[in-house]
């Protein structure tokens, strides 16, 4: 059974940068998302890596300010989050889907981290 655990989140001002991190456990081969929920808002796609970490894909408004990646050799995946903005304040869940392809869709991922919060504010 895939497990995901995430961690790195916290309050940090705007302009700050935070890296957040996910661990799955009994997933060898799947691809990673990081999506994202802020209160009474639809999940939001982030990010979306492949198994090996050498592509990634990413919502159009956060290119350039967020970068995923991956070590498989610590089994984690990361989230480069510079330059945060308050409207990037939400919880931001860790996905893992079977197969290697990418998706920015929510449906995809069959395996959910219990999320992580992100504050932005002064």
């Known amino acids: 059974q895939v497990q995901l655990a995430e961690s790195g989140g916290g309050p940090v001002q705007p302009g700050g940068s935070l890296k957040l991190s996910c661990t799955p456990s009994?997933?060898?081969?799947?691809?990673m998302g990081w999506f994202r929920q802020a209160p009474g808002q639809e999940r939001e796609f982030v990010a979306s890596?492949?198994?090996?970490?050498?592509?990634?894909i990413y919502a159009k408004s956060l290119r350039g300010r967020f970068t995923a990646s991956r070590d498989n050799g610590k089994d984690t995946m990361y989230l480069q989050m510079n330059n945060l903005k308050p409207e990037d304040t939400a919880v931001f869940l860790c996905?893992?889907?079977?197969?290697?392809?990418?998706?920015?869709?929510?449906?995809?991922?069959?395996?959910w981290g219990q999320g992580t919060q992100v504050t932005v504010s002064s």
């Open positions: 996905a893992a889907k079977d197969g290697i392809g990418l998706n920015k869709e929510a449906y995809a991922y069959g395996f």
């Open positions: 890596i492949n198994v090996v970490g050498d592509r990634a």
């Open positions: 009994g997933c060898t081969r799947c691809a």
